[in-house]
């Protein structure tokens, strides 16, 4: 079945730095890629959309410059949190939608990876 | 817009009893409905999604749900709970247009007892 790598699985830096996830889509294409962040025992909130090539469509109230998206390929999206503070600690997971197959438009498979627990100290 | 409820943010059973965990939608297009699991630190396992056929939909590991649009309801049952199926449940929404994006629910923590 489809695979989706996320790594770091987790990562601590001190605040002021920047941190980068990687999301890479294994055995299929990912035309878009969801970036989700969880609080603990809390649902999942969407962060951002990303289709390959194009700027991220960000949900209201999540700041785009400090949570840099890049979908350079249909197989690999970042997420960059940038100048980093305790209150963005949390646990970071991205989501990739397979490209539809020939001939149809809709494809409703969504993967999800392992996470990202950060912590900034 | 398009969300989900889901009722009990515990739920607890005995090992081999009945699993059933509430979802109810709302949607002002047809929606497509999924549930998911989740392990302590761990990314999201798909159990099972209805996407306009069967409304009585079989997932992994012995889940099921049943799409009701008459009680807007996408319930997840299991006839035996396992020790194995302690996790957290999240039933999430989705549609046909735009970004397709999934709107996930509060989640259910299922816990299991011997």
């Known amino acids: 079945g489809a695979v989706v790598s996320q790594h770091p699985s987790w990562v601590i830096c001190k605040s002021g730095t920047s941190v980068k996830i990687e999301c890479r889509s294994l055995d299929f294409q990912a035309t878009t890629m969801f970036w989700y962040r969880q609080f603990p025992k809390q649902s999942l909130m969407l962060m951002a959309t990303s289709n390959e090539g194009s700027k991220a469509t960000y949900e209201q109230g999540v700041e785009k410059d400090k949570f840099l998206i890049n979908h350079a390929s249909l197989t690999l999206s970042t997420l960059t949190v940038t100048s980093a503070h305790p209150e963005d600690s949390s646990f970071y997971i991205c989501?990739?939608?397979?490209?539809?197959?020939?001939?149809?438009?809709?494809?409703?498979?969504?993967?999800f990876g392992s996470g990202t627990r950060l912590t900034v100290v | 817009a398009q969300s989900v409820t889901q009722l009990g943010s515990h739920v607890s059973v005995s090992e081999g009893a009945l699993v059933l965990l509430r979802c109810n939608y709302s949607?002002?297009?047809?929606?497509?409905l999924f549930w998911y699991v989740q392990y302590p630190n761990q990314g999201l396992q798909l159990l099972l999604k209805y996407t306009s056929a069967a409304t009585l939909v079989k997932g992994i590991n012995g889940f099921e749900a049943e799409f009701k649009k008459s009680e807007t309801s996408f319930h997840l049952t299991k006839p035996s709970a396992h020790m194995s199926d302690a996790a957290e449940y999240f039933c999430a929404v989705s549609s046909n247009t735009g970004f397709q994006k999934l709107v996930f629910g509060t989640g259910t923590r299922l816990l299991v007892s011997p």
């Open positions: 949607s002002s297009v047809p929606p497509y």
């Open positions: 989501s990739a939608r397979e490209s539809p197959p020939p001939g149809t438009f809709f494809n409703y498979g969504y993967t």
